[in-house]
């Protein structure tokens, strides 16, 4: 239950045979020979044709050997044995060969040369051998190591593949990526394609080598600064342990979110009713407070579900605005219910509307980071697929109807945009300042001022998979976005004409815009969390005062929650980022296992970090438990 180190085997060696294997390679001197290139086995291949020898018609014709395309050989393991102390790797193949093939359909046999082919028809495949045929994506979840010239991958198991020389190595990581961006755009990955998708201001998101990773460095001041003003690196090994402090029962189960406070309690949103627990420096414990919904209490004039999927506090933490989609949870919902938690009850029913027209939301937040802790607090935002706004509780009648009224009260709409069409909003968070981050179906990451809703300051490209997941740091200096299969972490910080550090809320970010950096699991640690678990709930840490630094971000993953220090994430020359080619990724995190899928995890507010704690608890929650973990202060 507590926490783990990522899991991984390292290197790759011959020792790892199976007995059947080490025997055969035994009565193979050729195993034991040096490995020679395709690129000098061509070369000996054309000077013996060049020699055009004749042998006589009578010569015994020679064996038969496996048919394998030498100029692309390489050596293809399998890793067997899970997380368990027998896990290690076997060799698959001790002499295979990949290929790059343009396929209609996976399954189909037919392969096809570019040119036989409509532009933007059919998708790239890699395959290894016989074992493997598999499309260019990055469900593969392809991890580089330029050292051991070797990539591991996930295909219905977790797969290496060790090349003989480093030139075959790194063509075939550029082919990689280079398939992989057609296979996302169904453009070739010419650099002018590139520019076309990414635009000249990216050019460090075009040529990640040529990314001046300066602003990572300086965004850092403060406790992360060594006196020599390098950074500060923590080493996997040196990474404080996961103590787990409480778990418990969630009281009626079903715990379908959490909604965290800064003060007294916390709340468990659940499809029964809302769980008070209380704030510790160790985690939330349960105080015997259940606020239970039935007909009466949680009935709905608009057509919303009786489920709540989301709690957002309010005015000092004594309020809860609920959300509840329709129709079974897949549709965006068309009104809120105010939950009094002093009283226990639902006070007031909340309709969305502008201009007299009833309007669906998908998402609230609110308007900041803090804006939760303020009792006078009566205005939220609110999110749907081309709408962002601003919604006031404050009736400008002077009175609020009560749930029993015929008719629920309007919320009113003080500024925002409706957007025509195109941008497929998914998902958003704050800033300290009330500053906006957005998150798309393409992709795109939006930067919003609190003062302006109509236009983003600055637009980040997509990489090819939806953002389901938003984050901003308190100052606004860092964002990160979650996808399917990995979080992306964005430097908002640029220096403008006057020579001022700005973050990209304020202004356009110029061309020379960083590029970002990319969170992911291993292959083994993917293939582990299961088919089908995506990421989704990437969160920093919580603070809430300015100058106060997040330390962590947290993600979840089927049964997983990951958790990665973000300092190291940030340094330029953390040893992750040795030798990668393309934009840099993080492997290096702490896991911790429950035993069912987990809903949602969350570092509680900075304030419970105290004693030898360097951070507040993790609270995790899963259908039906919830357990806290502090992060000790001591060493491996």
């Known amino acids: 239950m ?9 290197e790759l060696s011959d020792s790892e045979y199976s007995d059947e294997e ?12 040096p490995q020679v290139s395709a690129k000098t086995l061509d070369e000996v291949d054309s000077r013996l044709q060049a020699l055009k020898l004749k042998y006589p018609s009578n010569a015994s014709p020679s064996p038969q050997k496996p048919k394998v395309d030498l100029r692309n050989a390489v050596k293809l393991y399998l890793h067997i044995g899970g997380n368990t102390p027998k896990a290690k790797w076997v060799v698959s193949e001790k002499l295979s060969y990949y290929k790059f093939v343009k396929k209609l359909k996976i399954d189909d046999e037919d392969e096809y040369e570019e040119d036989e082919l409509r532009r933007g028809e059919g998708f790239w495949v890699l395959k290894i051998g016989e074992k493997i045929s598999v499309r260019v994506s990055s469900d593969l979840q392809m991890k580089f190591f330029g050292e051991q010239r070797r990539v591991d991958f996930v295909d219905r198991g977790v797969w290496a593949l060790k090349f003989f020389v480093d030139e075959e190595y790194r063509g075939f990581v550029t082919k990689f990526q280079d398939f992989l961006f057609e296979n996302v755009y169904g453009l070739r990955a010419t650099e002018e394609n590139k520019l076309k998708i990414y635009g000249k201001e990216f050019i460090g998101w075009v040529k990640p080598e040529e990314s001046d990773d300066a602003m990572w460095e300086d965004a850092d ?51 029964s009713g809302v769980q008070v627990v209380k704030n510790f420096s160790h985690g939330i414990h349960g105080k015997g407070v259940y606020v239970k919904f039935d007909d009466n209490n949680l009935g709905s004039s608009s057509g919303n579900s009786a489920t709540p999927k989301k709690g957002l506090l309010m005015r000092g933490e004594t309020n809860m605005m609920l959300m509840s989609p329709l129709k079974g949870g897949k549709s965006p919902t068309t009104g809120l219910r105010q939950l009094d938690i002093e009283t226990g009850k639902i006070v007031t029913e909340w309709k969305f509307a502008k201009d007299g027209v009833d309007i669906t939301m998908k998402d609230i937040t609110s308007d900041s980071k803090g804006s939760q802790l303020d009792p006078s607090e009566s205005t939220f935002l609110g999110l749907d697929n081309n709408n ?33 069409r195109g941008t497929n909003f998914q998902c958003f968070a704050t800033a300290g300042d009330g500053s906006i981050v957005v998150g798309s179906l393409d992709g795109k990451i939006r930067l919003y001022s609190r003062t302006s809703m109509r236009q983003a300051k600055t637009a980040f490209p997509g ?53 970002p950096r990319l969170l992911k699991l291993t292959p083994v640690d993917a293939h582990l969390a299961g088919d089908g678990n995506k990421f989704h709930a990437g969160h920093f840490s919580w603070v809430t005062e300015s100058g106060k630094q997040e330390k962590h971000l947290v993600a ?15 340094n330029s020359v953390h040893h992750c980022y040795e030798k990668q080619q393309g934009l840099k990724s993080c492997y290096c995190y702490k896991i911790v296992l429950k035993d069912e899928s987990i809903i949602e995890s969350r570092f509680m507010h900075d304030k419970f970090a105290v004693g030898s704690s360097p951070e507040a608890p993790l609270v995790v929650a899963t259908p039906m438990k919830v357990t806290s973990f502090s992060m000790s202060g001591k060493r491996r």
């Open 2 to 10: 507590g926490g783990s180190q990522s899991r991984e085997g390292l």
């Open 22 to 33: 080490k025997e055969e390679s035994q009565e193979h001197a050729e195993d034991r020979s």
């Open 221 to 271: 001041d403060g406790e992360w600064k060594a006196p020599d003003k390098r950074p500060v690196d923590f080493p996997e090994r040196e990474s404080q342990d996961l103590l787990e402090e409480f778990e418990e029962a969630a009281t009626g189960g079903g715990i379908q979110s959490l909604a965290l406070g800064a003060l007294d309690n916390s709340f468990l949103v659940s499809d």
């Open 388 to 420: 962002l706004c601003q919604w006031d509780m404050r009736d400008r009648k002077g009175v609020v109807q009560k749930i029993a009224d015929a008719n629920p009260p309007v919320l009113h709409w003080t500024q925002g945009h409706m957007f025509s």
């Open 463 to 515: 990489l090819g998979l939806p953002i389901t997941s938003v984050d901003v740091t308190y100052d606004g200096k860092w964002v990160l976005g979650t996808t399917d299969t990995y979080l992306i972490l964005i430097c908002t910080l640029f220096t403008d004409k006057d020579g001022k550090t700005k973050t990209g809320f304020s202004g356009r970010m110029g061309n020379k815009i960083p590029a």
């Open 556 to 570: 979840t993953v089927g049964k997983f929650s990951v958790i990665w220090n973000f300092q190291q994430v940030k």
